[in-house]
Nanobody, 122 residues
Framework: VQLVESGGGLVQSGGSLRLSCLAS????????MGWFRQAPGKERELVAD???????TYEGRVKGRFTISRDNAKNMVYLQMNSLKPEDTAVYYC?????????????????WGQGTLVTVSS
């Protein structure tokens, strides 16, 4: 599975951005998809994720401001970010959980995109 993000950039505080992630490869093995972010000097953290059935979860600080969505037909996952704050500045990574089932058993893997930079100026 390969993931390619787009949509990052520079925005003023209070503004909006929409991130997109296109999945390719063995897409039928993808289960949950999500977005992580990593700010300078900090650990990577989960922002939001969404199951194959469309059930989302959000990290507390983005709840009510960010919306994750998924289009399984297009192999896309999106992150609509509104009311952006300087503390949202980070590299945002698309993530996918992958489950591979074979006659020998089940393997849980993951895939990451290359990241897209979001910078929010004050």
């Amino acid at each position: 599975v390969q993931l390619v993000e787009s949509g990052g950039g520079l925005v003023q505080s209070g503004g909006s951005l929409r991130l997109s992630c296109l999945a390719s490869g063995s897409i039928d093995t993808i289960t949950t998809m999500g977005w992580f972010r990593q700010a300078p000097g900090k650990e990577r953290e989960l922002v939001a994720d969404i199951t194959k059935a469309g059930s989302p979860t959000y990290e507390g600080r983005v709840k009510g401001r960010f919306t994750i969505s998924r289009d399984n037909a297009k192999n896309m996952v999106y992150l609509q970010m509104n009311s952006l704050k300087p503390e949202d500045t980070a590299v945002y990574y698309c993530h996918a959980d992958i489950r591979v089932v074979t006659i020998e058993g089940t393997a849980d893997l993951e895939a990451w995109g290359q990241g897209t930079l979001v910078t929010v100026s004050s």
